[in-house]
């Protein structure tokens, strides 16, 4: 009996292992390269881990609200602006930026060098939105087709507009 249950704990402990910089399954979308780095599955739902890759100039995401998750930024290149409940934070690396589930929220780099943010998304699975995101079709943002995914998964938009870039 005891093996068995060592075998059950084994399965539900996270894998341990490194991944270095760009290692993860890409699914970016709008513009930004998404890594997934973890997902709810190798967490047992605590949560999910991405890399966002900002390019320069990116008008980011429209102003948005998550029902069911909580984002912790950690800014580890360049620069990345988020607007958080209307006000504006600049995040160069090293710096963290919580954004509770239920604030409006944005991002963009308005700077000439690459961002980049490691995001620990809690409870886990912004995942499948991404991956959901991801396979609309390339070409200009429908943003109605945009808003159809978000709702999918507990994700609303403040606003019709996005960011000048």
Partial sequence: MYVDQQQA???QRPQ???LAPGDGDNVGAIGLGIYVKLTGQDTKGAYS???YVVPPGLGGPPTHIHSREDELFVCVAGQVTVELAGQVHRLSPGSVLLM???VPHMFYNEGEAEGRVIAVVSPSGLENYY???SALPPGPRDMAKVAE???KHGLSLLDKGERPS
């Fill in 9 to 11: 704990e084994d399965e």
């Fill in 16 to 18: 341990q292992g490194v």
């Fill in 49 to 51: 881990l991405f890399e």
């Fill in 100 to 102: 509770p589930r239920g």
């Fill in 131 to 133: 991956r959901d995101l």
């Fill in 149 to 151: 995914v978000m709702k």
